[in-house]
T-cell receptor, first 115, second 113 residues
Framework: NAGVTQTPKFRVLKTGQSMTLLCAQD?????MYWYRQDPGMGLRLIHY???????AKGEVPDGYNVSRLKKQNFLLGLESAAPSQTSVYFC??????????????FGPGTRLTVL | RKEVEQDPGPFNVPEGATVAFNCTYS??????FFWYRQDCRKEPKLLMS???SGNEDGRFTAQLNRASQYISLLIRDSKLSDSATYLC??????????????FGAGTRLFVKA
């Protein structure tokens, strides 16, 4: 049982390049999330998904797109990377979030630098 | 003003000290409360849930005051291995009928020998 995994772990991009971050979970969780974490800012929600085939915007969605074609995978895309997207990206998941006590499980993170 | 606010820190304490983390939340619809721990360059992990009656797990004690919208975490007899960032986390109803999770910015703790 691997939990939540993310690939790649590190990436350096040039401004304008594109890339996709992959998140996978093997816990049969319905909900999945993408966050970014910057110094002093805490975790900020980019996009989330409440189930296969559904996505929704979070707090800071601009410049990112997501897809959830399979329940276990949640992809985060950057179409044209900008230096402001330099950050650590975390994926998380949990069961159907209809109980307030449900907590999130995080992946190990992807460190992205945009030059 | 952020919905969940924590002491900015960092806290620098000697081994064996008692350290207290404070957190306030502004949305009275908040329903569940947690403390997460995040080690340097690692992902956040659940440390403990916080209940109105207060709860203890070894050297860690968490308390909730709903009237004051205040959450605390106390670490007694701190160890070098307690050095980490502690995140205050709140679940509340979201617009779609599910729950939203709001993370505080975290308070960094350094425990020195």
């Amino acid at each position: 049982n691997a939990g939540v995994t993310q690939t790649p772990k590190f990436r350096v991009l040039k401004t304008g390049q594109s890339m996709t971050l992959l998140c996978a979970q093997d816990m049969n969780h319905e909900y999945m999330y993408w966050y970014r974490q910057d110094p002093g800012m805490g975790l900020r929600l980019i996009h989330y998904s409440v189930g296969e085939g559904t996505t929704a915007k979070g707090e800071v969605p601009d410049g990112y797109n997501v897809s959830r074609l399979k329940k276990q995978n949640f992809l985060l895309g950057l179409e044209s990377a900008a230096p402001s997207q330099t950050s650590v990206y975390f994926c998380a998941s949990n069961f159907l979030a209809t109980t307030s006590t449900d907590t999130q499980y995080f992946g190990p993170g992807t460190r992205l630098t945009v030059l | 003003r952020k919905e969940v606010e924590q002491d900015p820190g960092p806290f620098n304490v000697p081994e064996g000290a008692t350290v207290a983390f404070n957190c306030t939340y502004s949305n009275s619809a908040s329903q569940s409360f947690f403390w997460y721990r995040q080690d340097c360059r690692k992902e956040p992990k659940l440390l403990m849930s916080v209940y109105s009656s207060g709860n203890e797990d070894g050297r860690f004690t968490a308390q909730l005051n709903r009237a004051s919208q205040y959450i605390s975490l106390l670490i007694r007899d701190s160890k070098l291995s307690d050095s980490a960032t502690y995140l205050c986390v709140v679940n509340r109803r979201g617009g779609t009928g599910g729950f939203k999770t709001i993370f505080g910015a975290g308070t960094r703790l350094f425990v020195k020998a």
